[in-house]
């Protein structure tokens, strides 16, 4: 696919919130509709803080798409994007707006990457077909990073050295490898579907506050006024 096409945008990652999370569900709560400040709700409360996703030079804009999509089909709201030497895009007509509900980080390089992710407890385990490990064992690690290499080379070296160790996704088939959107469905799926959503209040509310304001047409306007009507600065 060629980068110049109209379906295709550059990611960037999420800004923060320009106000206080309180103020941002106080405000624009009173717009929006009850089912959807339910939506919401259940959403923000049942995201998974203890999986992300690491996706090191994956080029194709459908293989990042789909990915996206189903980390966040999983409660899985982070995902992690190394460059590598190729901006990461995305296929709009996959994702459906999917990224306005996620934090997605980009690297340029695998070391800040890891070390990023290591200092916030995670192990790296790195999908490969001649993995070691089954799903189910990397299931029962606490705080986990799943890594997905290119869709030709696979890994870097750095990478592969940085990781806890491998797993594979069992296949009976014929075929010897899965596309990488499809590996993702599938380990996300094992390993996630014992967890509940983990986020502490705070981070629970920032994250109500953030979709509220993806929900509203220009949600600066409507908190500035009602911020204006409280008599906050």
Not at 6 to 17: F, I, Q, Y
Not at 48 to 72: F, K, M, Q, W, Y
Not at 95 to 117: F, K, N, Q, Y
Request: charged letters at 25%.
């Amino acid at each position: 696919m060629r980068r110049s096409n109209p379906d295709l945008s550059v990611l960037s990652g999420a800004s923060a919130l320009p106000y206080p999370a309180e103020d941002i569900i106080a405000a624009l709560q009173e717009v929006v509709l009850p089912e959807r400040l339910e939506r919401l709700r259940v959403v923000a409360a049942a995201r998974i803080s203890s999986v992300t996703v690491v996706l090191e030079s994956v080029i194709d804009p459908h293989n990042t798409a789909a990915v996206l999509r189903t980390s966040d089909a999983h409660g899985v709201g982070e995902v992690h994007m190394i460059e590598q030497g190729h901006k990461p895009l995305l296929a709009k007509r996959v994702t459906r707006g999917c990224e306005r509900w996620m934090d997605i980080v980009l690297h340029r390089a695998t070391t800040p990457c890891v070390s990023g992710l290591r200092l916030r407890g995670y192990e790296l385990w790195l999908a490969d077909m001649s993995g070691t490990a089954t799903l189910e064992e990397v299931a029962r690690r606490p705080k986990v990073a799943l890594v997905f290499g290119n869709e030709h080379l696979g890994a870097s070296a750095e990478m592969r050295a940085a990781c806890a160790g491998t797993f594979a996704v069992p296949m009976r088939g014929m075929v010897e490898s899965l596309n990488v959107s499809v590996a993702a469905g599938i380990t996300l799926h094992t390993v996630t579907g014992h967890r509940q959503g983990d986020l502490g209040e705070d981070a629970v509310r920032a994250l109500r506050a953030r979709f509220l304001m993806e929900s509203v047409r220009n949600p600066e306007l409507v908190i500035e006024r009602w911020r204006q009507t409280r008599g906050r600065p």
